[in-house]
């Protein structure tokens, strides 16, 4: 029963989830997929990056399906959905929000956002039909058949396996935006460690890396480390020097025996241990001291954070995020507070996606300032699509359509929305 359950979690549900976000705004804006959708070329890098990304997973499949070597196919299936949920479609949300006729550009991306997500829906089903054969089946009955783009009777178990195109690979954009994940994985790691809810808005990030390939990687696509990290700034620098001090010591458990009179005046020049010593550490996987070859496991390495925040470091990767928030921060962190409570409310109402609303907020104290400020109640009526944001006295408690009490850091808010026709 348990590894059912987990099956189900693991491998049914994400790709359901990802299939329902597809649908769901696809009948809210009344998009439907045509023939060229499935062979479309588009230019957005995160549409190039998925992919580049599903045609390695068809690749490995195809080895795994010729030896019968069926172990690695579900991790990289999970592996693989995990890029679509928690970083295509996440990072792409916005895409499929756009009002059509806004401009032609944005009307484009947002084809070509379907396009992608539509075709590589399509190319899983197909590629995971002989593990998952049910559900399979019915997300091709749902994608080509409903929508006539396959003939009345066909099914996804008559389909010849998708084979990976190599056109479509990108190897450089794939790196780089493994860099960015990561990044943005030891981010959210110090957010956790600092107890930083991801909501509130921080001033500034900065990463080092001594490899150059990273350093433009991050530059290129700081957008994603911004809307991810939820900062406003991305700095970049090789040396991570500056930003802490290394500390190494032996690690007495592996070296204790092995080292005896030695470990002495080993423990005496790990104490210089410096930057370029960790790079040399890093691309060799050992360093020589008094004739013996210690790698990484055999020295305890920490790192003493010299500018102001914390840090955090993997794979010749530091980054420091700087955990100071000013009062306007704060405020914004609030207004992102807000945004989450009116979603809330807005699917518990059974709001359509798209559907504009009205929003009225009673509340006082900072709140009130937060919901009568200009430029934060844009953020709240972009986030919320609302139409109108009005901002009352507590208790002068609104009656809209839909209404909800609150509590944001000890202070009551009452949020109150209807439907805009």
Same mark, same amino acid.
């Given at each position: ?19 329902? $976000? ?9 998009? !439907?997929? &045509? ?12 549409? &190039? ?19 019968? /070597? ?12 995990? /890029? ?6 996440? &990072? +792409? ?6 009002? *059509?006729?806004?401009?032609?550009? =944005? ?45 009345? +009777? !066909? ?38 460690? /600092? ?10 990030? =900065? ?30 620098? *090789? ?12 690690? $007495? ?19 210089? $241990? ?16 008094? +004739? ?9 390495? =920490?790192?003493?954070?010299?500018? /102001? +925040? ?13 955990? &100071?928030? !000013? ?45 009568? !400020? ?27 359509? $839909? =209404? ?18």
């Amino acid at each position: 029963g348990e590894c059912v359950k987990d099956t189900v979690r693991l491998v049914v549900l994400p790709l359901w989830n990802a299939y329902n $976000f597809l649908t769901t705004y696809a009948i809210a804006d009344g998009w !439907s997929p &045509r023939e060229a959708d499935l062979h479309s070329a588009p230019s957005a890098e995160l549409d &190039r990056w998925m992919l580049s990304r599903v045609q390695h997973f068809l690749a490995e499949m195809q080895r795994e399906y010729e030896d019968y /070597e069926l172990s690695n196919l579900v991790p990289a299936f999970v592996r693989l959905l995990d /890029e679509l949920n928690n970083w295509y479609i996440r &990072r +792409g949300r916005r895409r499929y929000w756009t009002k *059509a006729g806004e401009n032609s550009e =944005t009307d484009r991306d947002k084809q070509e956002a379907y396009a992608t997500l539509f075709r590589v829906l399509v190319t899983v089903s197909h590629a995971m039909a002989p593990v998952l054969p049910f559900f399979c089946e019915y997300l091709f009955q749902r994608l080509m058949v409903d929508t006539g783009l396959a003939g009345p +009777g !066909s099914s996804v178990h008559l389909q010849r396996f998708p084979n990976a195109e190599d056109k479509l690979l990108d190897l450089e954009l794939e790196a780089s935006m493994q860099a960015v994940r990561e990044v943005v994985g030891l981010g959210l790691q110090i957010r956790e460690r /600092e107890k930083l809810g991801v909501r509130r808005p921080l001033g500034k990030v =900065t990463v080092a890396s001594s490899d150059a390939k990273v350093r433009e990687s991050v530059l290129r696509l700081k957008e994603a480390i911004l809307g991810e990290l939820n900062v406003k700034e991305v700095d970049v620098i *090789a040396d991570d020097s500056s930003l802490c001090k290394i500390n190494a010591k032996p690690n $007495f458990r592996t070296l204790g025996k092995r080292l005896g009179p030695k470990l002495k005046s080993v423990q005496t020049k790990l104490a210089s $241990f410096d930057a370029s010593d960790l790079a040399a550490l890093e691309s060799n996987g050992f360093v020589e001291i008094d +004739g013996e070859r210690l790698t990484p496991e055999d020295i305890l390495l =920490t790192r003493e954070v010299s500018a /102001e +925040g914390a840090i955090e470091s993997q794979n010749g990767i530091t980054v420091l995020l700087d955990t &100071r928030i !000013s009062a306007e921060l704060h405020a914004e962190g609030l207004a992102r507070e807000l945004v989450n409570r009116i979603q809330n409310l807005r699917k518990d109402s059974k709001l359509d996606v798209s559907q504009r609303i009205r929003l009225v907020l009673a509340c006082d104290g900072v709140l009130g300032q937060v919901a009568s !400020s200009e430029t934060l109640t844009e953020i709240i009526a972009r986030e919320t699509l609302a139409v109108s944001v009005e901002h009352v006295k507590e208790s002068a408690a609104p009656t809209l359509a $839909f =209404t909800k009490e609150d509590t944001i850091e000890r202070e009551r808010v009452i949020i109150s929305i209807a439907p805009v026709a």
